[in-house]
């Protein structure tokens, strides 16, 4: 009988079918006691897990796929943002928008978003408002290369009088609004030759990305 190691962590099992090269992505406010946690998922695409997490990554959907949500079309402007990319992870950071209903509180703010990718399918970003800070830990496990299963731990040090169900259904209508733009996209393995697809300025974060990706040799779901 074949066994393989596993570790509980983030109210997720996880395990690996060789002998891995890293520990687990940290996710810091899950471990947090003054954050409430949440664990959303799984969320199922038919597209590679790469076109999935870059889903996660774009600032430039939010005004037309969550409009009214996480976006507002009369303010659909990425300002510039620092990206930082090392061997272990990229820093995407200084990203400043509006959203209408940042989390599910029905409160609307500016918001400041900084974002680390911590694996090639594991992000995490953290989403300071006015009430506080939200921490979303994105992580997704291929099913093929044009089929995956995505999770989201949500942490957040404030709201605790919103019903986690409320949260929750929050979370997966800005899923179920993202599914069909991740899945319609073409072609559907992400391509890592930069000339493949049109790129506007407010993309940094997905081009170092893939460039990362191609660094790491990643070929599984991509091109």
Same mark, same amino acid.
């Given at each position: 009988m074949t066994t393989y190691p596993i570790i509980k962590r983030y109210g997720l099992i996880w395990t690996s079918l060789?002998?891995?090269k890293e520990t687990l992505p940290y996710f810091p406010e899950w471990d947090d006691p003054s954050y409430r946690k949440i664990l959303c998922g799984a969320y199922y695409y038919r597209a590679s897990g /790469?076109? &999935?997490l870059e889903n996660f990554l774009d600032l430039a959907h939010f005004p037309f796929v969550h409009e009214g949500l996480l976006g507002d079309g009369c303010q659909s402007a990425i300002a510039d943002y620092h990206v930082q990319s090392t061997p272990d992870e990229i820093m995407i950071n200084n990203i400043r928008v509006w959203q209408p209903d940042p989390d599910g509180t029905g409160e609307g703010s500016y918001v400041t978003y900084t974002y680390r990718i911590l694996r090639p399918l594991t992000a995490h970003f =953290?989403? @300071?408002?006015t009430q506080g800070n939200l &921490?979303? /830990?994105f992580t997704v496990m291929p099913i093929t290369? @044009?089929?995956c299963l995505g999770w989201m731990g949500l942490a957040m040090n404030y709201a605790f009088? =919103?019903?986690e169900v409320e949260l929750k259904a929050f979370q997966d209508q800005v899923v179920a609004q993202d599914i069909p733009i991740v899945e319609s996209q073409r072609p559907?393995?992400?391509p890592l030759d930069l000339q493949k697809e049109f790129h506007f300025p407010s993309d940094k974060a997905s081009l170092a990305y893939r460039r990362w990706l191609k660094q790491k040799g =990643? @070929? /599984?779901g991509t091109l």
């Open positions: 060789g002998q891995p /790469f076109r &999935a =953290v989403k @300071t408002s &921490a979303i /830990f290369e @044009t089929e009088d =919103v019903p559907q393995l992400l =990643v @070929t /599984f």
